[in-house]
């Protein structure tokens, strides 16, 4: 038996009582952190808290070389721990087909995520979250794809919000910081060249007719949602415009980004007061 | 302190090690099924399993009369239990702005949800489903809401899967079947009144031009995926066409239904091995 188990969204305690008494019984307990790492503990914290002992495969290891991890779950039960999910990405599906391209029996165990904790804890609503995207590192240039403002743009069309996830280089131990992000989106959505990519749709940002669409606008107005270490006991979330969480400091990773589509009363009225957006941005 | 604690997605066991510290630690432990329930385990299952009184409030306890649990929560700990994750319903919501606005310390512990195990459990990236949906119980009637083929309808046109979530009323212990559910969205496609609503888009389904669009077809022949018991440890997935679906018997509960929309290689190669999905359906 193959086992594929979330961590969840933080640290060693994020996982669920399943996922813990499925570590327990394994006979070998594999985990990749290139995908994704818990941003609250390092492996040596997970295995001295859980009493086992961990097996970290990189990427060569798990994807050129599955061979040791199917050989493991072939008679016996091995565990292959992802933080989060376990099957947010592909390279996790990709093992998972193997094992059953083997007839290796597989399962899974789910864990928290960011998705989740996104819409929970900015009391934005989950059925009025658009299509995800992420905000790629830029190496140098300060440079927004366009599919991720035609992403935001297209959500917002709809009234819908948009989670941008914050990029992360977990083998260099690198994580986007959300100031970064703002900063970067409220100077793509002012440059000329990529506000032209979205202006067809920001017409219509209000295509619902409720009145409440917001424009984006040209001055790193538009508001937005800044949250960091979800998942952990003191998250902080902000909400302002891109220009001004663009100032903060938001301190260690991880973060995440939350550009609100229209906003229905209860929602504006948790922005306010958890996370304390400017009343000139909420509607009225 | 309080404290909101997600009870994840399936039983006693789907709560985090962190949730379950909450649990032990509280003075008093609250909690609430008529937003939601787990399907897998009752109120005494988890009392049981985690050693603690929970005092079960329902909707008129919660919203009309707070003050028992907010009281609790001044001056000593206090948690509040919720199936899923714990702000997914705008109810919690509230609570927690009523205790802020009395100066009482908050804290959100988050659990698994259908939305993740919806994407986890069919390979369907995450980032490719657009907004989300829930299939109301019609009470005799078979409609569809127009709103529910909108919102897939604008999901195809950009080649995004829709998780619809099926209505649940748990104070009377009714759950939607997803068989009920396929049945009734092939034949609200196939009547003519709603395929009209959702013609304008429909027309546009293959908008990114990759060829792997399919229109929405009259004779129930639409792909959809079928859910059975996310979160528990033999959980069912089928992928076929609506109108075999509606035929077909999932078991208990709690079900979801996924249309997809366009499929990447991975994606169909997935639905293909674990969920049985018929060739014909899958792009070449």
Known sequence: MLTFVGLGLYDERSITIEGRDVLNKADRVFAEFY????????????????????EVRDREGTERDPDPILDAARG???????????????THVDLRLRAVDRGIDTQVVHGTTAQTAASSLTGLQNYRFGKATTLPFAYGSDNVPESVLTTIANNRERGLHTLCYLDIDAEREAYMSVDDAARRLAGALDSTGTADAVSDVSDTTDADGDGAGVDFDADGNTLAVAIARAGSSAPVIRADRLSALAEDDFGEPLHLLVIPGDLHYAEAETLRTLAGAPTDLLPS
Chains 1, 2 share one sequence.
């Open 35 to 54: 995908t994704s790492k818990l941003a609250g503990a390092t492996t040596a914290d997970v295995e001295a808290f859980h009493g086992v002992d961990i």
């Open 76 to 90: 016996s039960d091995a565990a292959f721990l992802v933080a989060g999910d376990p099957m947010i990405s592909t």
